[in-house]
């Protein structure tokens, strides 16, 4: 009877400690919003794959970036485009530079549109909306980005919408 409560006490204090690891990762996650009018979007977003990092320990660092976003909008006013960009803390720089619209024509890509694109500073998110007014209906775009950050090293990635039809 004595061996059964041992038992069922240690399997209670893992059980606990388990909990406490879990926890611990979602200590600093914030939600944020935004209501977003009745449109046709569609919307993208990447994968942040790391590269390889070698050290004696094994480990191995992981990105600081999150939610790395295109959202498409075709509206009269044209293709709109909302670019964000979160880190998991506050960030000396973070943004999206190096924005691209293309358009597909019968020998590839032709850019259509450029923009610089936008930063914040001591920011843990950034966003920024890009309307391309010159979009023609049944034609085909892509929007291609890179979203940067610097938390704790600075961070890029490319972002590639692939391809889309504007459609109103």
């Known amino acids: 009877m004595k061996k059964a409560r041992v038992k069922k006490g240690s399997i ?16 600093n996650i914030k939600a944020k ?3 977003i ?3 046709n979007e569609a919307t993208t977003s990447v994968v942040v794959k790391n590269e390889g ?3 004696d320990y094994g480990a191995q660092p992981l990105t600081t970036m999150f939610d790395c976003e295109i959202i498409l909008a075709f509206t009269l006013e044209g293709l709109e485009m909302t670019f964000t960009t979160s880190c998991v ?6 943004g999206v530079k190096d924005i691209k619209v293309q358009q597909k024509m019968w020998y590839g890509w032709k850019t259509v549109m450029t923009s610089n694109g936008g930063e914040n ?3 843990e998110v950034f966003g920024g909306d890009l309307t391309y007014p010159d979009a023609v209906n049944g ?7 890179t ?3 610097n938390y704790d090293v600075y961070e890029e990635v490319e972002n590639d919408t692939g391809a889309f039809k504007f459609v109103l």
Do not use: P
């Open 121 to 123: 500073y001591n920011q």
């Open 147 to 149: 979203h940067y950050a």
């Open 12 to 27: 209670r204090a893992i059980a606990a400690f388990m909990t406490m690891v879990f926890a611990i990762g979602t200590l």
């Open 139 to 145: 034609k085909t775009y892509r929007v291609i980005c």
């Open 89 to 94: 803390d506050v960030a000396s720089v973070i």
């Open 37 to 39: 009018a009745d449109y």
């Open 33 to 35: 919003a935004q209501e």
């Open 53 to 55: 990092f070698g050290n």
